[in-house]
């Protein structure tokens, strides 16, 4: 696989705060990738460090095989990562055709980023007459223009409504399914669910996981248990090896998976240590639920 970025242990300070805290991980070639995390976690310094608008205090980043200066990498580099900005009294088309003199790009490509982004029938309309929706789409098509290897967003559905979000996340399938690869920064778990294949999830500026979309909901579970004696329930939870964390919150005690283990199994091995419990519920938890587990935990 091609890398397309690579950050080694990226930090960086503001004054007291440390708003991206030994942040390293890659991009690899076709992937559609999301920088997860609350508000104010650092997704936005690290996608300005990248492009070369907020300076690192330290650690660094590569763009493709490192052979290139950021200035050089970064013209092969798509990104939107401010609300879209263009001329009000001027048209999609026209909007579109200054930025490829801006970009020096021949003006060939319009018509097809804009059909991308489902704006042809609205090439001549003035930019000022287009909804928030309409001129976010725009600015992707921009971003576009000059066929790029990566797309940045940032936040890239923030304030449109329902139509508007489905619109923009649609596209940007449709732009992975064309080979491109997509970094994008949200704070919304279900939008890197829907688009994307990988992810990595910050919080205060760390790292607290990355890998495919699809491996975050990895857990294997929890029991929650009742027994007359929730207390030697509670020491034989305690010594079998399959457990983790154990809980008691009034009479439900309930206890957290580190393998693999059927109810059938911790039932018949409860009742051969003379236990009998009155309620056995195997779950699993939501990936909303993993998420703000993970999140939380860092939190003390
Ligand atoms: N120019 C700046 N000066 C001082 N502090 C800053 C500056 N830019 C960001 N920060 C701080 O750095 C931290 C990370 O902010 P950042 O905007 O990167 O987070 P974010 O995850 O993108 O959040 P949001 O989605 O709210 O924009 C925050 O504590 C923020 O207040």
């Known amino acids: 696989m091609n890398t397309i970025l690579r950050l080694n242990n990226l930090t960086k300070k503001f004054g007291p705060v440390t708003a991206v805290n030994n942040l390293s991980f890659s991009i690899e070639k076709g992937n559609v990738y999301g920088i997860l995390g609350p ?34 990498a970064l013209k092969k580099v798509g990104a939107i990562i401010e609300r879209p900005n263009f001329y009000p009294y001027m048209t999609a088309a026209q909007n579109l055709e200054l930025v490829c003199k801006i970009k020096n790009v021949e003006p060939v490509n319009i018509d097809e980023k804009l059909k991308l982004v489902g704006l042809l029938d609205r090439k001549n309309s003035k930019f000022r007459t287009f909804s928030l929706g309409m001129k976010q789409r725009l600015a992707i098509g921009s971003a576009l223009l000059n066929d790029p290897e990566i797309l940045i967003l940032d936040e890239p559905t923030n304030g449109l409504d329902p139509q508007g979000i489905h619109q923009i996340r649609e596209i940007i399938t449709r732009i992975a399914a064309t080979g491109t690869t997509i970094l994008l920064a949200s704070h919304l778990l279900d939008e890197v669910e829907k688009v994307c294949t990988h992810v990595v999830i910050i919080r205060k500026g760390e790292k607290l996981y990355s890998g495919p979309v699809d491996q975050m909901n990895a857990s294997f579970g929890f029991f929650e248990l009742m027994a007359a004696d929730s207390e030697r329930l509670q020491a034989l939870l305690l010594d079998h090896p399959a457990f983790g964390k154990v809980i008691q919150k009034g009479d439900l005690v309930t206890a957290f ?27 699993k938890e939501s990936l909303e639920e993993q998420f703000l587990l993970l999140t939380n935990e860092m939190t003390a």
């Open 257 to 283: 998976l580190e393998e693999p283990l059927e109810p059938e199994t911790l039932n018949a091995y409860l009742f051969e240590n003379g236990l009998t419990l009155s309620q056995l519920v195997k779950r």
């Open 39 to 72: 508000n104010g976690s650092g997704k936005s310094t690290t996608l300005g460090i990248v492009l070369n608008v907020v300076n690192k205090t330290s650690g660094d980043f590569q763009w493709f095989d490192g052979t290139q200066s950021t200035h050089e």
